[in-house]
């Protein structure tokens, strides 16, 4: 029971945030707090007049001070509420056909459930507490989760710096169960994929561009495929399945790539059909050029070029340079599939570079099709920063015809 609930009093008209139900307050909206004020407690978010208007985790160091966690100002923030907000994520994701055995069951704001993540590879799940709440509530969390899933293993990968504007450090490691495999067996779409879940990046595997692999598959019947930032191959795996005569895939993490391979060959694919470079893409991508390759696909899933607003005008120059470069590089009739995961980079200016890129290639082409993350990482209507993911499919058309 929460009996003596600290408050956080708002300033004057700064409630609008809240009666839109975006669950974030920043510090700038606060007039001032009362009460015990532990990191990640539970407080009362007032208007300026004291009236309660909603619960929330306290995050003193975080430029986000309140992340609220019910706008119900009465709600109970216990063992029940997080019952009633896991099933509910888990319940939205049974109704999904992901055509796999893993996928995101908890993705934070967008679950009513602010800095929790939770992936499920198999019978493992991977849980980030990204935020001073979901860490407070971390024992909590995790003994709902076993309760309410059938899992062999609870581990944690809160290894991220976006902790430390929470004051919070890494962490990482097993929270309950057994310690699992070195690497995890995941299938997906007809494809096993071998997933680290303690090297690996985010939570181990890209499950947000589960669609993107599915659609990539359907297009490359006997295309020769250039897999840039290839990762694990989680794309160039996609390619081959669905008959691509060869991929070659350009990274420069060794053991991403080495996994990669060894992931083609789990699935039974000649290794001169997926080769894989040791290789920075901005690099290959006119050392290519100059060696006259060209392809039929060209994947660029680069990482986050940008971090914050700071960074927009280096990163929209770096996603340009390899658009530019790669479209150089791709057969007229070819299929560019070029995303960014920089949540700051907005769609219709990534679309605009991408033009640009293709003006300076002296070639155009058709948007195939727009593409963003699988719907396990949903976007509420509330909050709309949960998208970040996007791409396009576009298809290049020969040049000179005037139009
Ligand atoms: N497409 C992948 C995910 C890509 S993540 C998938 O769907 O699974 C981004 C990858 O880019 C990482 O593996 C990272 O090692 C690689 N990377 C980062 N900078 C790079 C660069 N300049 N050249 C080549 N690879 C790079």
Redesign the pocket.
Known sequence: MQILMSRLYLKKSREDALNRRHPWIFSGAVERVEGQLQTGATISVCNTSGTALAVGAYSPESQIRVRIWDFDPQAVIDKAFFTRRLQAAIAARNKQKPNSNARRLVYAEADGLPGLVVDRYADVLVCQFLAAGAEYHKALIVEVLQELLDCESVYERSDVSVREKEGLSPSAGLLAGREPDELLRIHENGLHYLVDIRQG?KTGF?LD?RDNRAFLSSCSQGAEVLNC????G??GLAALAGGASSVTN????AP?LQLAARNAQENGFAADRFVTIEA???ASLRQMQSENRSFDIIVL???KFIDNKKQLDRGARAYKDINLQALKLLRPGGLLFSFSCSGLMQVPLFQKIIADAALDAKCTGHIVRQLGQAEDHPISLNFPEAAYLKGFCIRKREAGHGY
């Open positions: 990046h890209y561009q930032f290839a990762y694990t989680g794309f350009l990274d420069t993490s991403a920075d893409v901005f899933d680069p990482p």
